[in-house]
Nanobody, 114 residues
């Protein structure tokens, strides 16, 4: 199983980024997918989840700014992040849980700074 995140980088406050997580080795279309993030010195926190049917759930801190989506044909989940602020600075991780395992990507750094 592989989860490969991409799309992170340095962005100014108010800017946007789109993260991608491309997966292999799982039956992507039947699994919920989740984005987490971990800021320096803080615990990893859930950012957004999308079910196999496309229902979504967000952390209060990102509601209205972030959008999670999925493309089952590409085995990829996305996180569109708008109106970014310095508190969004973190390493963002893609996650999938199966009945037997819990898989993580390597993470992609997002830095929001002027």
């Amino acid at each position: 199983v592989q989860l490969v995140e991409s799309g992170g980088g340095l962005v100014q406050p108010g800017g946007s980024l789109r993260l991608s997580c491309t997966t292999s080795g799982i039956i992507f279309r039947i699994l919920p997918m989740t984005w987490y993030r971990q800021a320096p010195g803080k615990q990893r926190e859930l950012v957004a989840t999308i079910t196999k049917s496309g229902s979504t759930n967000y952390a209060d801190s990102v509601k209205g700014r972030f959008t999670i989506s999925r493309d089952n044909a590409k085995n990829t989940v996305y996180l569109q992040m708008n109106n970014l602020n310095p508190e969004d600075t973190a390493v963002y991780y893609c996650n999938v849980r199966t009945t037997m395992n819990n898989f993580w990507g390597q993470g992609t750094q997002v830095t929001v700074s002027s």
